[in-house]
Nanobody, 126 residues
Framework: EVQLVESGGGLVQAGGSLRLSCVTS????????IGWFRQAPGKEREGVSC????????YYADSVKGRFTISSDNAKNTVYLQMNSLKDADTAIYYC???????????????????WGKGTSVTVSS
């Protein structure tokens, strides 16, 4: 059974940090690119960041560039999203997703993902 399980969300003050984890199982982690998406209340889902299967390529949306860092631990089949300098606008449900056939790039977020997690909630208070 394919599973992507997000964790690490919570309530944090503006300017604070959180690290999200996406633990995967049931598929060949080394073959997939992994992306983080988010959906704020009343807004459409947007791509945040992605990392290639090798970990050698990463991409960030302009809204998080310089504040968020994506990384992967292939031994643990896990992808992380370190979020620093959090803002009110970062409040959202954060989802991780896996895609086999599309490399991590600016167009990655427009491709239908193969597998999705159920999300973890991040609330930033000012």
């Amino acid at each position: 059974e394919v599973q992507l399980v997000e964790s690490g969300g919570g309530l944090v003050q503006a300017g604070g940090s959180l690290r999200l984890s996406c633990v995967t199982s049931g598929f060949s982690f080394d073959d997939y690119s992994i992306g983080w998406f988010r959906q704020a209340p009343g807004k459409e889902r947007e791509g945040v960041s992605c990392i290639s299967s090798s970990g050698g390529t990463t991409y960030y949306a302009d809204s998080v560039k310089g504040r968020f860092t994506i990384s992967s631990d292939n031994a643990k089949n896990t992808v992380y999203l370190q979020m620093n300098s959090l803002k009110d606008a970062d409040t959202a449900i954060y989802y991780c997703a896996a895609e086999l056939s599309w490399v991590c790039s600016g167009t990655f977020f427009d491709v239908p993902m193969d597998h999705w997690g159920k999300g973890t909630s991040v609330t930033v208070s000012s």
